[in-house]
């Protein structure tokens, strides 16, 4: 079996091939396009019947190479860039070029055994898509809502909003009929600035609805959770790009940072907090862990339950993050089956 690594770029693609014992055999560079990844899959075919491919997951810059590859039918796994710089080192060859990291990535891909397996998008990635699309629109709309404020406490010292009050539309409407009547630079930028806030929310509220559409039918257990929302929910579904490709709930909990870290000191063994891992998807459950901590339920139970036995308020919050992570696993496994079992008959009456 040979394994073919590549280094990825904007407007070239290195790879470079080995076999089982890391031993370099061939490279090659292609253009960054349809044509250069048909003529990189010919040579591959041409020179080796046997082989799988390694890409560093690089996001938008690996993406086109591994969908054209996967529907090709080729075998592709996808490596960490963190794994890369420890590989870059061990080799004998000094320096950092296109060869040089494609072979490391050839080398981690047969050091490391249980590298995701690269597989076509599903409708996963249109809602990280759309999510992350409305968490840009978001932070422009609060750049544009802290400089209206700055502007009307030139023009009107004492009458700003009341704080979080920017978002809604009577606030809005007031604001409008107050500026109109104003002259001058600095209210002429201020009606700009709340026409920009107004279309900003309008565009939100509709990435909103367009999410809660697409998130309901993939998710309907995980919605079920207490304290996830339809956007927690969107931001697990699409940041975890499909909950089969964990072989556990542990290696779920690793992936999101939720797993502690053990420290040992002599005799007694404690954990702290993991600050690897994917840091939105950590985000997510903690926002839920905080939302049952608020409720009368099973969450704020927990935490109970934690500190009677020892554990500081962080602690039991850490834990509790952890057994929200397995449950939160637990669910999208199921929806994940549910979802596979109705689509099967129809895969087969095609």
Same mark, same amino acid.
């Given at each position: 079996?040979?394994?073919?690594?590549?280094?990825?770029?904007?407007?070239?693609?290195?790879?470079?091939?080995?076999?089982?014992?890391? +031993?370099?055999?061939?490279?090659?560079?292609?253009?960054?396009?349809?044509?250069?990844?048909?003529?990189?899959?010919?040579?591959? $075919?041409?020179?080796?019947?046997?082989?799988?491919?390694?890409?560093?997951?690089?996001?938008?810059?690996?993406?086109?190479?591994?969908?054209?590859?996967?529907?090709?039918?080729?075998? %592709?796994?996808?490596?960490?860039?963190?794994?890369?710089?420890?590989?870059?080192?061990?080799?004998?060859?000094?320096?950092?070029?296109?060869?040089?990291?494609?072979?490391?990535?050839?080398?981690?891909?047969?050091?490391?055994?249980?590298?995701?397996?690269?597989?076509?998008?599903?409708?996963?990635?249109?809602?990280?898509?759309?999510?992350?699309?409305?968490?840009?629109?978001?932070?422009?709309?609060?750049?544009?809502?802290?400089?209206?404020?700055?502007?009307?406490?030139?023009?009107?010292?004492?009458?700003?909003?009341?704080?979080?009050?920017?978002?809604?539309?009577?606030?809005?409407?007031?604001?409008?009929? +107050?500026?109109?009547?104003?002259?001058?630079? %600095?209210?002429?930028?201020?009606?700009?600035?709340?026409?920009?806030?107004?279309?900003?929310?309008?565009?939100?509220?509709?990435?909103?609805?367009?999410?809660?559409?697409?998130?309901?039918?993939?998710?309907?257990?995980?919605?079920?959770?207490?304290?996830?929302? %339809?956007?927690?929910?969107?931001?697990?579904?699409?940041?975890?790009?499909?909950?089969?490709?964990?072989?556990?709930?542990?290696?779920?909990?690793?992936?999101?940072?939720?797993?502690?870290?053990?420290?040992?000191?002599?005799?007694?063994? +404690?954990?702290?907090?993991?600050?690897?891992?994917? $840091?939105?998807?950590?985000?997510?459950?903690?926002?839920?862990?905080?939302?049952?901590?608020?409720?009368?339920?099973?969450?704020?139970?927990?935490?109970?339950?934690?500190?009677?036995?020892?554990?500081?308020?962080?602690?039991?919050?850490?834990?509790?993050?952890?057994?929200?992570?397995?449950?939160?696993?637990?669910?999208?496994?199921?929806?994940?089956?549910?979802?596979?079992?109705?689509?099967?008959?129809?895969?087969?009456?095609?």
């Amino acid at each position: 079996m040979v394994t073919i690594g590549a280094d990825l770029h904007k407007r070239s693609h290195t790879v470079v091939a080995v076999d089982d014992n890391g +031993r370099r055999l061939a490279e090659k560079s292609v253009g960054a396009t349809s044509a250069g990844h048909l003529e990189l899959l010919a040579w591959a $075919r041409e020179r080796f019947p046997e082989r799988r491919w390694a890409l560093e997951d690089c996001r938008h810059l690996s993406r086109r190479l591994e969908r054209d590859l996967v529907t090709a039918g080729e075998a %592709v796994v996808r490596v960490s860039p963190k794994l890369m710089a420890g590989a870059r080192r061990s080799g004998r060859e000094p320096g950092k070029s296109d060869p040089i990291d494609a072979l490391a990535v050839a080398r981690v891909a047969l050091r490391e055994p249980d590298l995701p397996i690269a597989r076509l998008d599903g409708p996963e990635r249109e809602v990280r898509l759309l999510l992350d699309h409305r968490e840009d629109l978001v932070a422009e709309r609060t750049r544009a809502q802290n400089r209206l404020r700055w502007h009307l406490h030139e023009l009107t010292p004492g009458e700003e909003p009341v704080s979080r009050g920017l978002d809604r539309r009577v606030v809005l409407d007031a604001l409008e009929s +107050r500026l109109s009547s104003m002259e001058g630079t %600095v209210a002429r930028i201020a009606r700009d600035l709340v026409a920009r806030i107004r279309a900003l929310t309008a565009d939100i509220g509709r990435l909103e609805r367009e999410l809660e559409v697409l998130v309901r039918p993939l998710a309907p257990t995980l919605l079920a959770l207490e304290g996830c929302g %339809v956007l927690t929910a969107a931001k697990l579904v699409g940041e975890t790009a499909g909950i089969g490709r964990f072989r556990s709930s542990s290696a779920f909990a690793r992936h999101n940072g939720s797993a502690p870290v053990p420290v040992w000191s002599a005799n007694s063994g +404690r954990h702290r907090l993991s600050r690897t891992g994917n $840091r939105q998807l950590n985000v997510a459950l903690h926002r839920i862990a905080i939302t049952q901590m608020r409720l009368e339920g099973r969450g704020r139970d927990y935490i109970a339950k934690r500190r009677a036995a020892g554990d500081t308020q962080t602690e039991a919050i850490r834990a509790l993050r952890r057994h929200i992570s397995d449950e939160v696993y637990r669910r999208m496994r199921h929806d994940e089956a549910t979802r596979a079992a109705s689509q099967a008959p129809l895969a087969m009456a095609a």
